[in-house]
């Protein structure tokens, strides 16, 4: 088992790299999606905090968010609208959310700084945040409906690397005081790296 990963600045990776990334993240985000079976939609998620349903929604609100943080939108004016629209299928959403996002982030500036509640990061910081979360995600949801959870392994070996960097182990932890991430988990060894991003987010793999 392991809780170790090796790391990287972010600064050192090129803005193409990241836009890449996240790219390929937010359509294997889209395929997990479409993957969903009806039946599936209450069933519960290692984000143990949402169903299927809720954190297909979640996901969608997420994306949204990047797309005003990059948009130079207040993202956190309000709630996080993780709605679903009744009408539609949720991948469709989804996708719609994502290629409005991945337009954002191909027109922003890097150089810019961005808020968010917790920290003012550069361009690739923000960018590289949305990404973990929406890998992370696809992940849980993979895991979820029983879908294959390990996607484009390059993207995934990158963002394991910055993700010590994003969300580092001693930060940001602790769910029962009021923080977004568990404890840092043991990944089997042999795990991929979604596995183990997840677990170093702190989800139980």
């Given amino acids: 088992m392991s809780t170790t990963t090796s790391t990287i600045a972010v600064t050192t990776v090129d803005p193409q790299t ?11 985000a889209v395929d997990v999606v479409a993957g969903i079976a009806p039946a599936q939609a209450t069933d519960p998620t290692p984000c143990d905090e949402f169903d299927v349903a809720a954190l ?19 993202a956190f004016a309000g709630p996080l609208d993780d709605s679903l629209w ?3 299928p949720w991948a469709d959403q989804v ?11 191909e027109a922003a500036d890097f ?21 973990i979360e929406v ?3 696809a992940w849980d949801l993979a895991v979820a409906t029983a879908q294959p959870y390990e996607f484009d392994p390059e993207v995934g070996l990158l963002l394991l690397a910055l993700a010590p960097a ?3 182990g001693g930060e940001f932890r602790g769910v029962a005081s009021g923080m977004p ?4 988990q043991a990944a089997p060894e042999g795990s991929g790296p979604y596995t183990r991003l997840a677990a170093w987010l702190g989800r139980t793999v």
Wanted: charged content about 15%; overall charge negative; glycine content about 6%.
């Fill in 166 to 168: 994003i969300v580092p």
């Fill in 111 to 131: 150089d810019a700084t961005y808020h968010v509640p917790w920290a003012t990061y550069t361009g690739r910081q923000a960018l590289t945040t949305y990404t």
């Fill in 95 to 105: 996708r719609s959310e994502a290629d409005a996002a991945l337009a954002a982030w």
């Fill in 56 to 74: 297909v929604g979640h996901t969608k609100g997420a994306i949204r968010r990047g797309f005003d943080l990059a948009s130079g939108i207040d």
């Fill in 181 to 184: 991430f568990a404890q840092v």
């Fill in 135 to 137: 890998a992370t995600h």
């Fill in 18 to 28: 990241l836009v890449h990334a996240y790219a390929t993240v937010l359509d294997a």
């Fill in 86 to 88: 009744p009408d539609a």
